[in-house]
């Protein structure tokens, strides 16, 4: 039996269903053209600058690239990861003007003037910063996931010099860790904060 253009016998078959079921067809049961119809749009593009590790870096974005997109992408800062992609595991986390967030939630032209630093500036003239040292020599950067904590746990440190271990756990409470090396993180934030102390 033939079909029409664009339609085919899935989309017949689960489209006859949903008419016998009395509903509609949910967004997700759409025929995929319609749905790359809706992604191809054009989006506008904005020539921006951003300042990441010190360094001015100009590029075209367009207006729904996020700052992680950019930073791994155009900027080629491939320590950012993009795991869920929601915030809501926090291995994108960067600094913007030293407070950590989220960058698949931040659209790049929103950052304007403010400061990127990533887990590749945290590291000045190839010396490790004292949380990316402990994070070695502790075993608590293992899968990726653990650059965003790494961050976190910098900033805290940088704010409160002598940190308690429920410190830390509060600075990492919205970090996912598949490895579960919590307790290594902990170990690691308290060893740094020593270190730059001494």
């Not at 010396?127 to 650059?147: K, N, R, S, W, Y």
């Not at 690691?188 to 102390?197: D, E, G, I, N, P």
Request: glycine share 10%; net charge negative; hydrophobic share 40%.
């Amino acid at each position: 039996m033939g079909s029409d253009e664009g339609l085919s016998r899935r989309d017949l078959l689960s489209g006859s269903v949903y008419a016998a079921l009395g509903t509609g067809a949910p967004n997700w049961a759409l025929p995929a053209a319609a749905a790359e119809a809706e992604t191809s749009k054009p989006a506008s593009a904005h020539d921006i600058v951003l300042r990441v590790n010190g360094v001015d870096r100009p590029l075209k974005v367009e207006s729904r690239m996020t700052l992680a997109e950019a930073l791994r992408g155009p900027l080629g800062l491939t320590g950012t990861k993009i795991a869920c992609n929601r915030g809501a595991c926090s291995a994108c986390t960067v600094w913007l003007d030293g407070t950590p967030v989220c960058s698949c939630m931040t659209f790049a032209v929103e950052v304007g003037p403010r400061e990127v630093t990533t887990i590749e500036g945290l590291a000045k003239d190839d010396v490790l910063h004292p949380v990316q040292q402990a994070f070695i020599e502790h075993d608590a950067m293992q899968c990726g996931f653990c650059t965003g904590m790494a961050l976190s746990v910098a900033a805290l440190i940088a704010r409160n010099p002598d940190p308690t271990a429920e410190d830390v756990e509060r600075a990492i409470s919205g970090h996912v860790c598949r490895c579960g090396s919590y307790p290594h993180v902990v170990a690691a934030t308290l060893a740094a904060a020593k270190t730059r102390k001494g």
